[in-house]
């Protein structure tokens, strides 16, 4: 068996493993596997409105995604994607209402406040892992909770002692009544688009630019990076601060696209922590973000319709998304077991 | 000054209370990590702990009566041990990324006990405990002048029994032959191995003890503070843990410091508007000042923060 053959292989595997251990756990606690997996399928893909939540719903799980697959291409594990999207929710709501603007010059610049938001979350970690060897995991985790907590506060400023922020103006919406029409009036907007072109973005940074090739010598091997002339300090920073606008323009399609606004939270919304496992079963590549962004993004939308259709709760589907992830985690074992598989047929 | 000693026997036994779970758990995440395995999921078990003390507390409380806030930490403490042996098998045998299979198991408890409660429930939140973990005067010390209405009137049994397993995580971390053995494999596990540890049977044994203090931080957490069971009851309280042990340097006794610390600025960012000189303090600073400070101790910029050496990699034997 090939490697490469192999490679794809653990992710689709962990996938239906996944699947199959949430039917297990339906089946015990008393549910229809079968029930619940049709209603599921149908709050996907059951008509043209569902289709469009579905695609709404995957577009911050994109870039999520690429938050994380970004940093893990240079060696680093950015677990702070959560954090980075809150700060981008936030400024992307405040430049969207905030200021009045035609919309040429305000939907940009709210995009890119939410970004430079998101890439500052990711300086502080990257410059405290470049210049003073603090271990990102553990840097980022913090800034996550820096995050919420700043932010349910500067929302209280902003609004006055409120909860949420005012409705961003429409010159700084990505609302779209064309997207929303063909598929009977759900809430998909140009977001999507933005997601798509942050992949190209990704890809052209990594295949096509000299800084990528640097990022990527880093993340195989930092002492081979140095000792190559580059600058490895440099490198990590920048992983991280570009790592953080994507998670950021995450937060940007909340703020611009979905809600228009911002409310203060009790929690995390979870999309950050989902991005790793986007970006685990998409191998950490560009297309292979879209696919994982694609199903998490999917499974999340589509589970909405579990509790109604079957009457299951909602969580069956984030049991079967963190069994997914430890599947794709725990690959090793996956791979000795097809190779042993590939080696009895060779013997054959 | 009268005043000020009011608002410390009023802060102070609040703080206690809100660092006894964040002990328990800081400790079982000492246990791990001095093992050479990280525990990000400490949330995630200390998630379990919680729905299975407040579920275990109201189905047994007419058995057990009054002892049924201990029977239900000891069962959330073998819950969520058991459920930790999910992240050894994936990080010790299955040589998974560990922070990854923390994460898993992070999303996966909350999950799990949200899926159950709906199950059982029929709704999003369990329904309130009756018999609390009660609280103790301790007899003569609470006697002493300042320090007794302080630290020793009306304390929870929980916090008691948390310092205890502190200064015990301690003893057996530093005194004991298991724990030269649990240090010397998260240090150098190659040289452990050569002579005679099992690596891997020591890492197991420290990720479930990890999992079961875990799983008793957050029946106490549940069983003092929300009395119920939903989807914030436990909400950072696993990282707030995991940085405690940090702040603490990988040490117990640390840890246990740094947890009280933080249940301190806790304790002021809930009461801060009720105290003198405090009341202009934006309680923003006083949330995020754990992490904050965290990240400071990180930096070394108080004293440096080493992790063991060893720690993140799984032990291959025969590799170098």
């Known amino acids: 068996m090939s490697n490469r053959l192999i490679n794809v292989l653990v992710p689709v595997i962990s996938i239906i493993l996944g699947l199959l ?101 990711g300086l502080i970690p990257g410059l405290l892992k470049a210049t003073l060897k603090v271990h990102e995991v553990i840097v980022t985790i913090m800034m996550n909770y820096i995050a919420l907590h700043l932010v349910n506060a500067l929302i209280k400023v902003v609004s006055k002692g409120g909860f949420k922020t005012d409705k961003i103006h429409d010159t700084a919406s990505l609302r779209s009544d064309f997207l929303s029409e063909i598929t009977d009036f759900s809430t998909l ?132 998304i963190a069994l997914i992830i430890f599947f794709v985690a725990s690959g090793y074992i996956i791979r000795v077991g097809l190779k042993r598989i590939g080696k009895k047929k060779e013997a054959k | 000054m009268g005043g000020f000693l009011d608002i410390l026997y009023f802060i102070v036994p609040i703080s206690i209370a809100y660092a006894a779970p964040l002990i328990f758990t800081a400790i079982g995440g000492v246990f791990s990590e001095r093992s050479g395995v990280i525990n990000i999921g400490l949330e995630g078990l200390m998630v379990m702990g919680a729905f299975v003390g407040i579920v275990f507390n109201l189905f047994f409380v007419d058995t057990f009566g009054a002892w049924t806030p201990w029977v239900s930490i000891l069962a959330a403490m073998l819950v969520s041990a058991i459920f930790s042996l999910m992240h050894a098998v994936a990080s010790i045998t299955f040589r998974a990324d560990q922070v990854v299979s923390g994460v898993a198991i992070n999303l996966l408890g909350i999950a799990i006990a949200l899926f159950l409660v709906k199950m059982i429930y029929g709704k999003g939140q369990t329904d309130f405990i009756q018999e609390k973990i ?129 249940g301190f600025a806790q304790a002021l960012a809930i009461s801060s508007s009720g105290i003198p000189f405090m009341e202009n303090v934006p309680s923003v600073y006083l949330y995020i000042l754990p992490y904050a400070l965290t990240i400071i101790a990180l930096a070394g910029f108080i004293g440096k923060a080493n992790g063991p050496k060893a720690l993140g990699d799984p032990y291959v034997k025969g590799s170098r």
């Open chain 2, 134 to 262: 009660p609280r103790f005067n301790i007899p003569f010390l609470q006697d002493i002048p300042v320090l007794g209405p302080m630290f020793f009137k009306s304390v929870y049994g929980s916090s008691i029994l948390a310092i205890a397993i502190a200064i015990l995580a301690w003893f057996i971390i530093y005194k004991t032959p298991f724990g030269l053995r649990l240090r010397s494999v998260g240090e150098h596990p190659m040289a452990a191995d050569t002579m005679g540890i099992k690596v891997n049977r020591i890492r197991y044994i420290a990720v479930i003890i990890s999992g079961g203090l875990a799983g008793m931080g957050g029946a106490v957490y549940a069983q003092t503070m929300t009395n119920d069971f939903g989807h914030a009851t436990i909400n950072g309280q696993g990282f707030m843990a995991l940085a405690a042990m940090i702040f603490g340097k990988w040490h117990p006794i640390g840890a246990m410091g740094a947890a009280l610390f933080f």
């Open chain 1, 189 to 320: 907007h140009y977001g999507i688009f933005v997601a798509l072109f942050m992949v190209f973005i990704m890809w052209f940074i990594l295949e096509r630019m000299k800084l990528g090739y640097e990022l990527k010598s880093v993340g195989f091997n930092e002492n081979a990076a140095q000792y190559a002339g580059m600058n490895v300090k440099k490198n990590i920073i920048m992983a991280m601060v570009i790592s953080g606008a994507f998670a950021g323009l995450g937060g940007a399609m909340e703020a611009l696209g979905t809600f228009g606004n911002m409310s203060t939270r009790a929690g995390f919304t979870g999309i950050g922590f989902d991005g790793i496992a986007v970006a685990l079963l998409g191998a950490n590549t560009p297309l292979g973000v879209v696919f994982g962004a694609s199903l998490f993004g999917s499974l999340k939308y589509g589970a909405n319709n579990m509790p109604n259709a079957a009457n299951i709760p909602i969580e069956i589907v984030s049991i079967v």
């Open chain 1, 21 to 121: 251990v949430g039917a297990v756990v339906m089946l015990v606690s008393g549910y229809d596997p079968v029930a619940g997996y049709t209603a599921l399928w149908n709050g996907i893909f059951g008509d043209s409105y569902a289709i469009g939540e579905t695609i709404r719903q995957i577009s911050p799980y994109i870039l999520a995604g690429l938050a994380v697959a970004f940093a893990f291409r240079t060696g680093l594990f950015n677990i702070g994607v959560e954090g980075q999207l809150i700060v981008g929710w936030f400024a992307a709501a405040y430049v969207g209402m905030a200021f009045e603007l035609p919309k040429i010059i305000h939907l940009p610049l709210a995009l890119l406040a939410a970004a430079a938001a998101g890439a500052l979350w």
